[in-house]
């Protein structure tokens, strides 16, 4: 018998639906962020870096910052207008 069919050691129960729920909540909640930020960091970049080199320059800089706040304020506007009680 393999591994993936052996039952749990110690007899331990599974979890709880609430239990469940919360943890793939939580990984949601996790893969949306990642995904968020790949996608702000790939059209910042995008807007912002006309020539790529070692560093960034000032006003590559300040074009990144604003940009990621204009996203982050976009997503917050979106948010609450998708999730408030009407």
Same mark, same amino acid.
């Given at each position: 018998?393999? #591994?993936? #069919?052996s039952?749990? %050691?110690?007899? @331990?129960? #599974?979890?709880?639906?609430? %239990?469940?729920?919360e943890? %793939?909540? &939580? ?11 790949? &996608? %702000?960091?790939? $059209?910042?970049?995008?807007?912002? !870096? &006309? $020539?790529? @080199?070692? +560093?960034?320059?000032? /006003?590559?800089? /300040?074009? !990144? ?6 996203? !982050?304020?976009? &997503?917050?506007?979106? +948010?609450? /207008? ?5």
């Amino acid at each position: 018998m393999d #591994s993936y #069919s052996s039952p749990p %050691v110690g007899g @331990g129960a #599974s979890p709880s639906p609430e %239990v469940l729920m919360e943890q %793939v909540k &939580t990984q949601l909640a996790q893969a949306y962020a990642e995904e968020f930020i790949e &996608t %702000v960091r790939v $059209k910042c970049f995008d807007k912002c !870096i &006309t $020539k790529p @080199g070692s +560093s960034l320059g000032g /006003s590559e800089s /300040s074009c !990144i910052s604003r940009c990621f706040d204009r996203y !982050i304020e976009a &997503t917050g506007i979106i +948010s609450r /207008s998708l999730f408030t009680q009407r």
